[in-house]
């Protein structure tokens, strides 16, 4: 079970908004560390996605965007598209672990 | 164009041991942290461990602190990823990653199979 909950899925007709949630706790996400987001494509390594100031890399559409507040963030995706079906994971550090930390992950569906 | 090529995965007993390699390519290797993240199949990441540019600092998961080992030779743009006393639990892909808080740049990953 990972430190940063993520839901196992979510699922969005194209066009349409969804997001998706990262809780932490005081440790991580609460303690001001950045969260970060990450896509992975359906058998493809992870690719960096957005960072915790809400910068893109470039090739990255700004139709997906961060959110942090108090011990949660959240991936924004708008104008759902096919190619958004994917894995998409959450990333912090966490002090008493001393450690990076991912979400679980969850698996976004394009209906 | 960054590259990040791992190599070295493969199938080893439980008890063994695995050197995992990368190769590091279109940037300054000896400029940036760099770390080894684990995927166990059709599981989520997991971040394994860190080294600083230099080498002088390394940071691990509890789960494999004392059987993991990871280090660097900026001479050869390479990470390595000395792995002792392997578990089942072990079994992942495993990807090497270059570390600039966040992951920005990832390898295609390698297979290890521990199993008997």
């Known amino acids: 079970q990972s430190v940063l909950t993520q839901p196992p899925s979510v699922s969005g007709a194209p066009g349409q908004r969804v997001t998706i949630s990262c809780t932490g706790s005081s440790s991580n996400i609460g303690a001001a560390y950045d969260v970060h987001w990450y896509q992975q494509l359906p058998g493809t390594a992870p690719k960096f996605l957005i960072s915790g100031n809400n910068n893109r890399p470039s090739g990255v559409p700004d139709r997906f965007s961060g959110f942090k507040s108090g011990t949660s963030a959240s991936l924004a995706i708008t104008g759902l598209q096919a190619e958004d079906e994917a894995d998409y994971y959450c990333q912090s550090y966490d002090s008493s672990l001393s450690g990076v930390l991912f979400g679980g992950g969850t698996k976004l569906t394009v209906l | 164009e960054v590259q990040l090529v791992e190599s070295g995965g493969g199938l080893v007993q439980p008890g063994g041991s695995l050197r995992l390699s990368c190769a590091a390519s279109?940037?300054?290797?000896?400029?940036?942290?760099m770390s080894w993240v684990r995927q166990a199949p059709g599981k989520g990441l997991d971040w394994v461990a860190n080294?600083?540019?230099?080498?002088?600092?390394?940071y691990y998961v509890d789960s494999v602190k004392g059987r993991f080992t990871i280090s660097r030779d900026n001479a050869k743009n390479s990470l390595y990823l000395q792995m002792n006393s392997l578990r089942a639990e072990d079994t992942a892909v495993y990807y090497c990653?270059?570390?600039?808080?966040?992951?920005?740049?990832w390898g295609q990953g390698v297979l290890v199979t521990v199993s008997s």
């Open positions: 990653a270059r570390w600039v808080t966040p992951f920005d740049y």
């Open positions: 080294i600083k540019q230099d080498g002088t600092e390394k």
């Open positions: 279109g940037f300054t290797f000896s400029s940036y942290w």
